[in-house]
């Protein structure tokens, strides 16, 4: 069974810096999918990025990047010039690729982000 | 706008009551999921459905039941069987073998005991 960890609980960062949010997971599948999802106090959940594991090319939206590192099974989040709304908690996330019976997401326990101003 | 639209947002429970929370969605997804969020635990899911009239058990099923008579609506029952449901609970939906689009979440109900 796939399983993601996050193994840090609680981060924080000065507002305007950079920081970066560890994610790793094990999997025995070659086609899968990785996701970043921000949950702001107000707990909507929001779709950060997304990285195909068929890509080699890190996947990057706006101030948000990833390092994916698929030998060492990594999927790091860095966040630049970190602003005060990013203060949330962050959950990395695994979905399996192939047609499986369901095709569920499984989370990590997720890394609660400061912005210090 | 397309979206989830969970209700209510804040749900009060007596001890021995069932209770159900509403989901709905009008994106036309196929796959609707309902999911548990401890504190320090993340999202565990507890049920979901691919199609209409059919829904499978998660990781913690008992003491939930399900439906899915429309594509729409997939409410949630929280029944006197489950033991701890003060938590906050997600529902998602997805286009089904849409693995690359992750989810579309709705804004979620805070369940409390009392």
């Known amino acids: 069974a796939q399983t993601v960890t996050q193994s840090q609980p609680e981060m924080s960062v000065q507002e305007a810096e950079t920081v970066t949010l560890s994610c790793t997971y094990d999997?025995?599948?070659?086609?899968?999918?990785l996701f970043w999802y921000k949950q702001p106090p107000s707990r909507q959940m929001i779709l950060v990025i997304r990285?195909?594991?068929?890509?080699?090319q890190n996947a990057t939206e706006n101030r948000f990047s990833v390092n994916f590192q698929k030998a060492a099974k990594s999927f790091s989040l860095k966040i630049s010039d970190s602003q005060l709304g990013d203060a949330a908690m962050y959950f990395c996330?695994?979905?399996?690729?192939?047609?499986?019976?369901?095709?569920?997401?499984?989370f990590g326990p997720g890394t609660s982000l400061s912005v210090i101003p | 706008d397309g979206g989830i639209t969970q209700s209510p947002k804040y749900l009060f429970r007596k001890e021995g009551q069932n209770v159900t929370l509403s989901c709905e969605q009008n994106l036309n997804h196929d796959a609707m999921y309902w999911y548990r969020q401890d504190p320090g635990q993340g999202l565990r899911l507890i049920y979901y459905?691919?199609?209409?009239?059919?829904?499978q058990k998660g990781d913690i099923a008992e003491g939930y039941s399900v439906s899915r008579e429309k594509k729409e609506s997939f409410p949630l029952t929280v029944t006197s069987a489950q033991k701890n449901p003060t938590a906050f609970y997600l529902c998602?939906?997805?286009?089904?073998?849409?693995?690359?689009?992750?989810?579309?979440f709705g804004s979620g109900t805070r369940l409390t005991v009392v």
């Open positions: 990285q195909e594991a068929y890509k080699q």
């Open positions: 998602a939906s997805t286009i089904r073998q849409g693995a690359r689009y992750g989810y579309t």
């Open positions: 996330a695994y979905r399996s690729g192939a047609e499986t019976s369901y095709d569920k997401v499984i």
């Open positions: 999997t025995s599948e070659s086609d899968y999918y």
């Open positions: 459905s691919q199609i209409v009239n059919d829904f």
